[in-house]
């Protein structure tokens, strides 16, 4: 079992910039496609990014592609997601969630551990 913790939420004003860690425990990290998602009020949980096994693969939702970057380091067992030109309507609790697969799914369905989210609140 993998447990999952992010950090790095908080509040920014558009156009700034913030980087989100996943810190995972447990099975080796290295071996899990890891993704990102986020959920709004009122609004269903989204995929934003993703990243495969070893780094070998990336994938990002159409409305963060070129703001947002995925990244991961195996040595510390960590993903990251750095956010860049962040808008209003990025404000949202973001959710790292790892599969046992090696590549990149963009249903949350095909994730199976999740950590407890982090807010991001960006104020116009």
């Known amino acids: 079992q993998v447990q999952l913790v992010e950090s790095g939420g908080g509040l920014v004003q558009a156009g700034g910039s913030l980087r989100l860690s996943c810190a995972a425990s447990?099975?080796?990290?290295?071996?899990?496609?890891t993704g990102w998602f986020r959920q709004a009020p009122g609004k269903e949980r989204e995929f934003v990014a993703g990243?495969?096994?070893?780094?070998?693969?990336?994938d990002y939702s159409d409305s963060v592609r070129g703001r947002f970057t995925i990244s991961r380091d195996n040595a510390k067992n960590t993903v990251y997601l750095q956010m860049n030109n962040l808008k209003p309507e990025d404000t949202a609790v973001y959710y790292c969630?790892?599969?046992?697969?090696?590549?990149?799914?963009?249903?949350?369905?095909?994730?199976?551990?999740w950590g407890q989210g982090t807010q991001v609140t960006v104020s116009s």
């Open positions: 447990g099975r080796t990290f290295s071996r899990l496609a």
């Open positions: 969630a790892s599969r046992t697969a090696a590549v990149v799914k963009t249903h949350e369905y095909e994730y199976s551990n």
């Open positions: 990243i495969s096994l070893m780094a070998y693969g990336t």
